[in-house]
């Protein structure tokens, strides 16, 4: 599914301005792409916002229509919020070329309850995203591993991940995900000293 966002073009930078937009409902953006010139402008906050819950946050194409230059198809590069209060500050659009790959993190999403949990083990998922190399019609939203079959002690590495037309670009031997072996309980504290084996059971001595 490809999106559409509007925006203006902004002429002025700097901090004071983007305070100023801010407050107005707007979002400074930038649009890049490789042998293209930036482009500065601005974009209207809530609408950002009701797009990037449609989206769910994943890697999608977006058809932006700027005031007075041409239409972009491209992809949400950066957004940067506000590390107290969660609001936009600024989102970075990379321009998708047709025929040019491009890199981007892709969230991975686990699929099932491992056998092995069933038989008492624990999954760490330890990788949740992984940066790919792909041409855009390739790039998927999120990846989906089935794990229904992992027994305890078993894993799925990086490597293992296998996806037609996509590069992978982390190391093949780090672990994704690995169900193991349930932690023993820990053993009860040794009674005190001077304390009864009926005090205890009982929380301490009676009066």
Known sequence: M????TGKKREKKGKEY???????????????GKGEENLH????????????????GENVIIS???????DKRVIVKEIQRDPVYGKLQHVDFQIIH????????????????????KEGGVLEHNIKEVEIRAIPSKLPPHIELNIENLGI????????I???GIEILEDPEEIVCVV????????????????????????????
């Open 18 to 32: 983007a305070k100023k937009l801010r407050k107005e409902g707007w979002i400074p953006a930038v649009i890049y």
């Open 2 to 5: 490809e999106y559409v966002l």
């Open 64 to 70: 932006l229509k700027v005031e007075g230059a041409d």
């Open 98 to 117: 047709k025929g040019e790959k491009i890199v981007a993190n892709v969230p991975i999403v686990l699929i099932g309850t491992p056998k092995g949990v």
């Open 180 to 207: 193991l072996h349930r932690r023993k309980e820990e053993e009860k504290p040794a009674a005190e000293e001077g304390e009864t084996e009926e005090e205890q059971e009982e929380g301490g001595t009676t009066e």
């Open 153 to 160: 002690g078993e894993m799925i590495k990086v490597g293992d």
């Open 162 to 164: 296998k996806l037609e």
């Open 41 to 56: 402008l601005m974009i209207n906050a809530h609408d950002f916002e009701t797009f990037f819950r449609a989206s769910q």
